[in-house]
């Protein structure tokens, strides 16, 4: 008899009325261990490191004098955790603080490091960008080597790990390596999800058609955004065998909120940029 899914029996995928006073029940947590058992990761330590860096662009609540209030949040939350949250429920949780009147700044904060912490499991970093500042808010591309520029013939969108290949024999490489072609789509809802998709490594040198073949394939594939970066980064490591490896995706926002997630087994001593795409 099959496991059933953490996703069975909740409400994601299904017409949902947005609630607008304060209800912390609405956020909807899933095991990551669920997935990561897919891919060959059990419950010991995870050869990787990283963060999954939520911004939401549509938070707004009511001062105690009824009058609306917003912000940009960012949210940094650890790999290591052991549930990730739906995006919907986040969505629709962080919307039920239109109507809800609170004291401040560090009232919302500390409301939202209680909820969403206890959501994911483990202690989330929350960072807000007032008004007066959102034009510190900047704009940038992945740097790298863009694989878009090659010509390929494509035939299947699924992922296959067995097109990854790297240069064994030949003398290792560092490179950072680009693309703007990653899209997967929603496991619960199967809408699509868009991603560029930054691959920093050092090693063998990795087949760029190869890769790049191998990343499109996820085309028509269904997974959570961290689940999907997760697989690319165990599929990377154990095909081609790089002594470092970082995979770094920028996905588009949905619902106002966009998932950037991040994995690493090397550290450069500070995290990836947040920078804002110019899809996002």
């Known amino acids: 008899m099959s496991t059933p899914s953490p996703t069975s029996g909740s409400p994601l995928g299904k017409p949902s009325a947005y609630q607008t006073q304060y209800d912390p029940s609405l956020l909807f947590s899933i095991p990551r261990q669920y997935k990561r058992e897919e891919i060959g990761l059990g419950e010991g330590r995870l050869p990787f490191f990283g963060m999954d860096i939520w911004n939401a662009y549509e938070v707004s609540w009511l001062n105690m004098r009824g009058k609306p209030q917003v912000a940009l949040a960012r949210f940094m939350v650890p790999a290591d955790s052991p549930n990730i949250i739906e995006s919907k429920s986040f969505k629709l949780y962080l919307n039920s603080l239109n109507q809800t009147k609170l004291g401040g700044t560090d009232a919302l904060l500390d409301l939202l490091r209680a909820d969403i912490s206890a959501g994911f499991g483990a202690p989330v970093q929350i960072a807000l960008t007032l008004p007066e500042n959102f034009s510190q808010v900047y704009m940038g591309e992945l740097d790298g080597l863009l694989l878009d520029r090659l010509d390929i013939e494509v035939d299947d969108?699924?992922?296959?790990?067995?097109?990854?290949?790297?240069?064994?024999?030949?003398?290792?490489?560092?490179?950072?390596?680009?693309?703007?072609?990653?899209?997967?789509?929603?496991?619960?809802?199967?809408?699509?999800?868009?991603?560029?998709?930054?691959?920093?490594?050092?090693?063998?040198?990795?087949?760029?058609?190869?890769?790049?073949?191998?990343?499109?394939?996820?085309?028509?594939?269904?997974?959570?955004?961290?689940?999907?970066?997760?697989?690319?980064?165990?599929?990377?490591?154990r095909h081609c065998k790089p002594h470092k490896l970082a995979v770094y995706a920028r996905y588009t926002r949905r619902g106002g909120l966009d998932i950037n997630p991040w994995r690493s087994n090397f550290s450069t001593g500070t995290p990836p940029s947040n920078a804002r795409n110019a899809r996002q």
């Open 157 to 237: 969108y699924a992922p296959n790990p067995d097109l990854l290949r790297a240069e064994e024999n030949e003398a290792p490489v560092e490179e950072t390596l680009v693309s703007h072609l990653l899209k997967s789509n929603c496991l619960v809802t199967g809408q699509p999800d868009w991603a560029s998709v930054q691959i920093k490594y050092a090693g063998p040198q990795i087949d760029q058609e190869r890769l790049l073949r191998y990343l499109i394939g996820f085309r028509e594939h269904n997974e959570f955004h961290e689940q999907c970066v997760e697989r690319i980064f165990m599929d990377i490591l």
